[in-house]
């Protein structure tokens, strides 16, 4: 992967929840890992997502979602990908979710779900295998 870009990937924290040592940890690991990170901060809309997303020429859209808001803000954030027509990008939730959401938010276009016991290799070797199959 040498002779190509980084990996870039967008760290969101949607809806209110304003608690963010999780992202940050998951941002400086996927850094460690070599990937381009763009940390948004708390409190996002979609709509702010989307537009850093466009902005930035990112990969993958990486939410970190504590507030059990993850099915709404998944479904509204996919709609304004496809919108943007930026629905070739993959992404990634992260945090609190429910194992009987994992299928669902799945359904709507989430590559993976991961929970608190994942581990931030995983997540980085996850995005690459995902990037290197495009």
Known sequence: MSSRRPIRVLIAKPGLDG???GA???ARGLKDA??????TGI????DSIVHTAVQESIDVI???ILSGTHLSICEELMEKMVKEDIGDKFVLVGGIIPKKDVNRLKEMGVREVFRPTSTVDEIAQFIQREVEKR
């Open 19 to 21: 608690h963010d040592k």
């Open 24 to 26: 940050k940890m998951v």
């Open 34 to 39: 070599g990937m381009e990170v763009i940390y």
């Open 43 to 46: 409190r996002q809309t979609a």
């Open 62 to 64: 990486g939410l970190s």
